[in-house]
C-alpha cells in the first residue's frame, strides 16, 4: 500500500516527479496540488476536491473583467467610426447612406452564422464572404450614390447610433470568448445573449464551439491541481470533484490514463483534457455515468477506458477502439462489436449474450467468466435473415464457459491470403519454413477463393505475434517464388498437384497438418494426420497409414523440397547451393523423363541437398560425385536443347564449389 493523505489538506503541496504509486488521497483537498511527471498508478482519488485556490479563483475573475473592459472597449471604439463617420450628414451627403446599412446588414449576418454555426472553419469561410460582400455593396453604393443625398440624413440620428453598437459590442465580445463578457456586465443585450448561446453550447459539448470550450479549460485551468504528465494508470477519481483540474501533457511526458476509474466524478467536463479520452464530450458521459445504453459509438476512440460495470446494452461499437480497456461484468449484450479493436481488453464476467463479434479483434484479451448464451458472427443477414448465429442451433444456448472455450480458440488462428498462388511446391515450401520459427503452429484449412488465391488458416499458441506470422508466411512464399523465377501466369492449381503438396508438407520432419480442404470443381483434398489422401472426382479422403495412390513421384519431390528448404541461406559471394537445386529440382519436374527417371533424379538432388546440411569431409564429397554422376547417367539420353540438360550445366560447378571439390 502506497502513503496515506486521506482527508489532509494538500493545498498548493508540490508532488511534482515524486513516486506516489498506490497512494491514498480520499477525501483530501488538493486544489492548487502539483502533480505533473508524478507516478500515480493506483492511486485512490476518491472523493478528492480538486481545482483552484482562493487567490487563483480571485485572479482569474479580475482577469476576465479586464479581458471584458477591453472588448467593450474595442466595441465602442469600432461604433465611434462607423456611427460618427458613415452616418454623418455629410458622408451620407457625399457617399449614400447604402455604406452604412451593408455595415448593419454584415455585423447582424455574422452575429447569426456565429449562432448558428460557431466558432468553426466553415463559419470563418461564411464571414469571409460575407466581407467580400459587404466591401463590394458598400463600394458600387457609395459610386452610385456619391453626391446625390440618396436616403434619410435622419437615420443617422440616435437609433442607428444604439442598434450598431449593440451589435459591435456583441462581436467584439464573441471574439473575446465566453467567458469574458459575463463579469464586467457589458449591458448590450445582443451582446449578453449571444454570450450567454455560446457559452451554454460549449458546456454541452457542441463541437462548433469547441474553440470556445477549450479557451475557457484552459483558461479555467489556470492555477488548478495540475496532473500533466502524471502517470494515472488504473488510477481511482470516483466522486472526485474535478474542475479547474488539467490532464494535458508536460514537456516531458505524456499523461497517462489508461483504465482511470471516472465513475461518478463530478465537474470532470470543466477539467482541461488536454488529448485524453474525455477531450470528447460524449466519451466524458459515458466514463462518468457508465451509460451508453443502445448509444452509438462506432469508429470512437476508448483505447484504455475504464467501462467497469457500464451499461452498454445495444450500444454501436463497429470499429471502435478498447485496445487495453477494461470492461469488467459490462453489459454488453445485443451490442454491435463488428470489427473492434480490443487487444488486451478485460472482458472478465462481461455479459455478451446476443452480441455481434463478427472480425473483432480479441488479442491477448481476457474473456474469463463470460456470461454468453449465444452471438452472431454477422452484423447483416443474409438473403435468408442468417446472422450466423454460435450455437447454429437456435433453440440451443451455451452455458457458463462455452462462448469462453469457442472464442479463445477462434483467438488464436490467423489466416492469410496468399495470392496467385499457381506452385503447390512453392505453397508447400513455404508452410515448412514457417514452422521453423513456429514450430507449434498449426495448419487448418486451405481454401480456394479464386483460381489462384488461397487463404491459408493457422492455429497458433496463445500471445503468439499474429502479425508476425503473417508477415513470415508472406515473406517465404515470396523468397520461394522469386527463387524458382516462376512466372505468374493465372492456371488453376490442380488437385493433384495440391494432393502432393501436402503430402510432402506430411512428411515433414515436424508435420503441423491438422485438417486441410482444397475445392476446384468436383475435386476436394481433404487430409489430417495418420489419414490417406488419394485421388478422383469425389472426396480425397481415407483412414490408416499416410499413403497415395499414384503419389510416390510427390512424396519424393516432397522430401527433396524438405531437404533444399533446410539448407542455410546462402552468404555473399558464397556458392548458392540452395538456388542451384531448387532450380534443378524444378527442372526435372518438368522436364520429359518417364516418372521413374524422375523420381530418381529427385533422390540425387535430395542426397546432395542433405550433404549440404553436414560438415564436408571426403566420405560427403564422395557421396555427392556419385549423384552427380547418376544424375547425368539419368539425363544422358535427353537433348542438348532440353532445359534440364542446361540447367546441369550451370549448376554443376556451383556444386563442386560449395562442396570444395575439382569442377565435374
Request: with cysteine; charged share 20%; hydrophobic share 40%.
Given at each position: 500500500m502506497g502513503r496515506d493523505f486521506s482527508g489532509q489538506n494538500l493545498r498548493g503541496r508540490n508532488f511534482r516527479g515524486q513516486d506516489l504509486r498506490g497512494a491514498i488521497f480520499v477525501n483530501a483537498d488538493i486544489r492548487g496540488a502539483n502533480f505533473t511527471d508524478a507516478e500515480l498508478q493506483g492511486a485512490d482519488f476518491t472523493g478528492a476536491i480538486a481545482g483552484l485556490q482562493k487567490r487563483w479563483a480571485i485572479g482569474q475573475s479580475v482577469l476576465a473583467f479586464g479581458l471584458s473592459l477591453a472588448s467593450n472597449f474595442v466595441a465602442i471604439i469600432f461604433n465611434v467610426v462607423i456611427t460618427r463617420y458613415l452616418f454623418q450628414e455629410d458622408t451620407i451627403k457625399e457617399i449614400s447612406i447604402v455604406p452604412g446599412i451593408f455595415i448593419i446588414l454584415y455585423l447582424l449576418g455574422i452575429l447569426l452564422v456565429l449562432a448558428k454555426e460557431g466558432f468553426t472553419t466553415r463559419s470563418f469561410s461564411i464571414v469571409s464572404v460575407l466581407t467580400v460582400i459587404t466591401f463590394a455593396g458598400a463600394v458600387v453604393g457609395a459610386f452610385v450614390g456619391a453626391g446625390s443625398g440618396v436616403g434619410s440624413v435622419a437615420f443617422a440620428g440616435a437609433g442607428v447610433d444604439a442598434f450598431v453598437f449593440v451589435f459591435a459590442v456583441a462581436i467584439a465580445g464573441a471574439g473575446a470568448g465566453a467567458g469574458a463578457f459575463g463579469v464586467a456586465g457589458a449591458g448590450a443585450g445582443a451582446s449578453l445573449i449571444?454570450?450567454?448561446?455560446?457559452?451554454?453550447?460549449?458546456?454541452?459539448?457542441?463541437?462548433?464551439?469547441?474553440?470556445?470550450?477549450?479557451?475557457?479549460?484552459?483558461?479555467?485551468?489556470?492555477?488548478?491541481?495540475?496532473?500533466?504528465?502524471?502517470?494515472?494508470?488504473?488510477?481511482?477519481?470516483?466522486?472526485?470533484?474535478?474542475?479547474?483540474?488539467?490532464?494535458?501533457?508536460?514537456?516531458?511526458?505524456?499523461?497517462?490514463?489508461?483504465?482511470?476509474?471516472?465513475?461518478?466524478?463530478?465537474?470532470?467536463?470543466?477539467?482541461?483534457?488536454?488529448?485524453?479520452?474525455?477531450?470528447?464530450?460524449?466519451?466524458?458521459?459515458?466514463?462518468?455515468?457508465?451509460?451508453?445504453?443502445?448509444?452509438?459509438?462506432?469508429?470512437?476512440?476508448?483505447?484504455?477506458?475504464?467501462?467497469?460495470s457500464a451499461q452498454l446494452n445495444g450500444a454501436n461499437l463497429k470499429n471502435a477502439d478498447l485496445t487495453q480497456a477494461s470492461l469488467r461484468q459490462a453489459d454488453l449484450q445485443n451490442a454491435n462489436l463488428t470489427e473492434l479493436q480490443a487487444v488486451g481488453t478485460n472482458f472478465t464476467k462481461a455479459y455478451l449474450t446476443g452480441a455481434c463479434l463478427e472480425a473483432w479483434n480479441i488479442d491477448q484479451a481476457n474473456l474469463s467468466d463470460i456470461d454468453c448464451a449465444f452471438y452472431f458472427l454477422r452484423e447483416t443477414p443474409d438473403a435468408k435473415g442468417n446472422r450466423d448465429r454460435r450455437p447454429h442451433d437456435p433453440d440451443r444456448t451455451y452455458e457458463l464457459g462455452d462462448a469462453e472455450k469457442m472464442l479463445t480458440e477462434a483467438r488464436n488462428v490467423v489466416e492469410v491470403l496468399l495470392k496467385?498462388?499457381?506452385?503447390?511446391?512453392?505453397?508447400?515450401?513455404?508452410?515448412?519454413?514457417?514452422?521453423?520459427?513456429?514450430?507449434?503452429?498449426?495448419?487448418?484449412?486451405?481454401?480456394?477463393?479464386?483460381?489462384?488465391?488461397?487463404?491459408?488458416?493457422?492455429?497458433?499458441?496463445?500471445?503468439?505475434?499474429?502479425?508476425?506470422?503473417?508477415?513470415?508466411?508472406?515473406?517465404?512464399?515470396?523468397?520461394?517464388?522469386?527463387?524458382?523465377?516462376?512466372?505468374?501466369?493465372?492456371?488453376?492449381?490442380?488437385?493433384?498437384?495440391?494432393?502432393?503438396?501436402?503430402?510432402?508438407?506430411?512428411?515433414?520432419?515436424?508435420?503441423?497438418?491438422?485438417?486441410?480442404?482444397?475445392?476446384?470443381?468436383?475435386?476436394?483434398?481433404?487430409?489430417?494426420?495418420?489419414?490417406?489422401?488419394?485421388?478422383?472426382?469425389?472426396?480425397?479422403?481415407?483412414?490408416?497409414?499416410?499413403?497415395?495412390?499414384?503419389?510416390?513421384?510427390?512424396?519424393?519431390?516432397?522430401?527433396?523440397?524438405?531437404?533444399?528448404?533446410?539448407?542455410?541461406?546462402?552468404?555473399?559471394?558464397?556458392?548458392?547451393?540452395?538456388?542451384?537445386?531448387?532450380?534443378?529440382?524444378?527442372?526435372?519436374?518438368?522436364?520429359?523423363?518417364?516418372?521413374?527417371?524422375?523420381?530418381?533424379?529427385?533422390?540425387?538432388?535430395?542426397?546432395?541437398?542433405?550433404?549440404?546440411?553436414?560438415?564436408?569431409?571426403?566420405?560427403?564429397?564422395?557421396?555427392?560425385?556419385?549423384?552427380?554422376?547418376?544424375?547425368?547417367?539419368?539425363?544422358?539420353?535427353?537433348?542438348?536443347?532440353?532445359?534440364?540438360?542446361?540447367?546441369?550445366?550451370?549448376?554443376?560447378?556451383?556444386?563442386?564449389?560449395?562442396?570444395?571439390?575439382?569442377?565435374?
Open positions: 449571444l454570450g450567454l448561446y455560446v457559452n451554454w453550447r460549449a458546456g454541452k459539448g457542441d463541437e462548433k464551439f469547441a474553440l470556445i470550450r477549450s479557451f475557457r479549460l484552459v483558461f479555467g485551468s489556470l492555477g488548478g491541481t495540475s496532473f500533466k504528465g502524471a502517470n494515472l494508470t488504473a488510477a481511482n477519481f470516483a466522486q472526485a470533484k474535478l474542475k479547474s483540474a488539467t490532464f494535458a501533457n508536460s514537456r516531458n511526458c505524456q499523461t497517462t490514463l489508461t483504465r482511470t476509474n471516472w465513475k461518478d466524478s463530478k465537474k470532470l467536463d470543466q477539467a482541461r483534457p488536454g488529448n485524453s479520452l474525455f477531450s470528447n464530450f460524449k466519451v466524458l458521459q459515458l466514463l462518468t455515468t457508465g451509460q451508453g445504453i443502445n448509444q452509438d459509438f462506432s469508429q470512437f476512440n476508448l483505447r484504455g477506458a475504464n467501462l467497469d496467385q498462388c499457381t506452385n503447390a511446391k512453392d505453397l508447400a515450401q513455404s508452410l515448412q519454413r514457417l514452422t521453423e520459427t513456429y514450430p507449434e503452429s498449426i495448419l487448418q484449412k486451405l481454401e480456394r477463393k479464386d483460381n489462384s488465391d488461397f487463404l491459408v488458416t493457422l492455429t497458433v499458441p496463445p500471445d503468439t505475434d499474429k502479425a508476425n506470422v503473417e508477415t513470415l508466411l508472406h515473406t517465404a512464399y515470396d523468397e520461394i517464388r522469386a527463387l524458382r523465377g516462376e512466372v505468374k501466369d493465372l492456371h488453376t492449381l490442380r488437385a493433384v498437384d495440391l494432393k502432393d503438396a501436402l503430402l510432402a508438407i506430411a512428411h515433414h520432419p515436424k508435420p503441423f497438418i491438422q485438417t486441410i480442404q482444397q475445392t476446384t470443381g468436383d475435386h476436394t483434398v481433404t487430409t489430417q494426420e495418420n489419414q490417406n489422401i488419394s485421388a478422383g472426382s469425389g472426396s480425397f479422403i481415407n483412414t490408416g497409414t499416410l499413403n497415395a495412390t499414384n503419389s510416390t513421384l510427390g512424396i519424393i519431390s516432397g522430401n527433396a523440397t524438405t531437404s533444399i528448404g533446410q539448407l542455410p541461406t546462402p552468404i555473399a559471394n558464397e556458392p548458392d547451393l540452395k538456388t542451384a537445386l531448387t532450380d534443378l529440382q524444378t527442372a526435372i519436374e518438368s522436364s520429359s523423363l518417364s516418372d521413374d527417371d524422375k523420381a530418381e533424379a529427385l533422390e540425387q538432388v535430395k542426397s546432395i541437398a542433405e550433404a549440404g546440411n553436414t560438415p564436408k569431409d571426403n566420405a560427403i564429397q564422395k557421396g555427392v560425385k556419385t549423384a552427380m554422376k547418376m544424375l547425368k547417367g539419368t539425363i544422358a539420353d535427353l537433348p542438348a536443347t532440353e532445359d534440364l540438360v542446361k540447367v546441369m550445366i550451370k549448376i554443376a560447378p556451383i556444386v563442386a564449389a560449395f562442396f570444395g571439390m575439382p569442377a565435374m
